[in-house]
């Protein structure tokens, strides 16, 4: 049982979600409405339904050449079609199973997984949790799709396999077709509820590009969310730094947190940091907010949508617990609005060690 438990979570590369383009947003955003949150905007919320349509089309695609290419073999013809959904790149990261991979891990990771560890025809469902599946779309060309899975597999050394986990999928259109350029897996809290691809897709200047400018004022906007947590830790759960973290985020409907085994919404967001950081923690109790050295990336698409990816290294001083240390794989995603950086999901989960 402890062998499928740990193959379930590293099994996360499975990003697909087949059969859920009947699917409603219908996460409910509940009454909680921050002091100091933004007001809605075009930018944060309108919905693009044509480019949403197009990554479901996609979605569908790459879970046909899943479903088509398992156990046919690392190099199968469905297995190059699948890396195809990729954009890969210096900009590229994939969080899964408590690990960090780049580029030819995750190709790597995906051929292993569905070309020769399953059985022949071994996918028996894929699927989102009902209610979870949201795709976020952000200046019509940058698509964040989150949800809870369901997939059903069966693997050729451990049998039927149930993979339940929270998935981050962000897409970028380039030339015409949408690319995911970030994957990020982790496990479902269930009380809760080495070489260059043949098929990879060639480097273009949308990928690619940096934003020089961008990246440093999403940096910078980094920084001052940094500086309004530990200037508040433990100063009020309506604190005036708090109310300024807030400030830093978003909220509306397409807002998602995966953190902790748990998805929350934008209240459930906001409630968690003024408790957290106003509440839980002991006075100047920030000892520590940093990344590891040489995790901090931060990839920008179109100048206007950045996601900021770095394995944290906290240290906090908890009311309860004392000194805490915080490791954790961490996606941010801000998108530029009114000329400011706002976040617009964030997805946390622990690295292994």
Not at 108 to 137: M, P, S, Y
Request: hydrophobic share 35%; proline share 1%; with cysteine.
């Amino acid at each position: 049982m402890k062998t499928k438990q740990v193959l379930a979570v590293m099994i996360t590369s499975l990003f697909l979600l087949y059969g859920c383009s009947n699917n409603e947003d219908s996460v409910e955003e509940s009454g909680l409405a921050s002091k100091a949150s933004e007001s809605k905007s075009s930018v944060i919320n309108q919905t693009y339904p044509q480019a949403q349509a197009e990554v479901l089309e996609t979605f569908g695609a790459i879970a046909q050449s899943i479903t088509a290419g398992a156990g046919k073999g690392y190099y199968g013809e469905f297995m190059d079609q699948l890396i195809s959904f990729h954009a890969y790149g210096d900009k590229f990261v994939e969080f899964n199973g408590g690990q960090s991979f780049d580029s030819s891990g995750n190709e790597h990771n995906e051929r292993q997984l569905f070309g020769e560890d399953l059985e022949e025809n071994g996918v028996i469902q894929f699927a989102a949790k009902e209610g979870t599946l949201k795709v976020a779309v952000y200046y019509g060309n940058v698509a964040n799709l989150t949800f809870t899975s369901d997939f059903i597999l069966m693997h050729k050394v451990h049998g039927k396999i149930t993979v339940n986990n929270l998935i981050t999928l962000l897409f970028v259109k380039t030339k015409g077709k949408w690319k995911m350029v970030h994957e990020h897996h982790s496990g479902v809290n269930v009380e809760e509820s080495e070489s260059a691809s043949k098929a990879s897709l060639s480097k273009s200047s949308v990928i690619d590009q940096t934003y020089s400018q961008a990246q440093q004022e999403v940096l910078e906007t980094f920084g001052a969310i940094a500086q309004s947590i530990t200037a508040g830790a433990g100063h009020g759960y309506d604190g005036e730094y708090m109310d300024q973290l807030i400030s830093f985020h978003a909220y509306g409907d397409k807002f998602t947190e995966f953190n902790g085994g748990q998805s929350f919404d934008s209240a459930g967001n906001e409630h968690n940091e003024r408790q957290l950081f106003g509440e839980d923690i002991e006075i100047d109790g920030v000892i520590q907010f940093a990344p590891i050295e040489g995790t901090l990336k931060v990839a920008v698409y179109y100048g206007n949508v950045a996601n900021l990816t770095f394995t944290s290294d906290f240290i906090l001083m908890h009311k309860v617990h004392g000194k805490i240390t915080v490791n954790n794989l961490i996606t941010l995603l801000f998108v530029k609005t009114k000329g400011e950086w706002k976040m617009v999901h964030e997805h946390h989960s622990p690295l292994n060690n």
